[in-house]
Nanobody
Framework: QVQVVESGGGLVQAGGSLRLSCTASWGSFSNNAMGWFRQAPGKEREFVAGMTWDGSRTNYADSVKGRFTASRNNAKNASYLQMNSLKPEDTATYYC???????????????????WGQGTQVTVSS
């Protein structure tokens, strides 16, 4: 079992940057594919980014492609989401998720992820 915790959210002006972190407070996800998702008020949770166990391959939602970068440091049991050129529509609670089913597959489907963090709030002002 893995317990993941996100951090790094906050309030930022449009055009600014934030770096979210995801760490394992218990267990390890160094052999697992991971994903980042977000949920805006009144909307369903959506896929943002995914990466394989070693971070060698990543994929992104079209809405964040070219602005967000997912990475990981398995030695530190951590993953990151670097968010640049933030827009007001990026405002949401961001979640880190770990799948025990895949290590080399880039997964966008939420139900394929087994462990979720509590989320960290990102607010982008215009």
């Amino acid at each position: 079992q893995v317990q993941v915790v996100e951090s790094g959210g906050g309030l930022v002006q449009a055009g600014g940057s934030l770096r979210l972190s995801c760490t394992a407070s218990w267990g390890s996800f160094s052999n697992n594919a991971m994903g980042w998702f977000r949920q805006a008020p009144g909307k369903e949770r959506e896929f943002v980014a995914g990466m394989t166990w070693d971070g060698s391959r990543t994929n992104y939602a079209d809405s964040v492609k070219g602005r967000f970068t997912a990475s990981r440091n398995n030695a530190k049991n951590a993953s990151y989401l670097q968010m640049n050129s933030l827009k007001p529509e990026d405002t949401a609670t961001y979640y880190c998720a770990v799948t025990t089913k895949w290590s080399r597959t880039l997964e966008t489907r939420q139900h394929e992820y087994d462990y979720w963090g509590q989320g960290t709030q990102v607010t982008v002002s215009s």
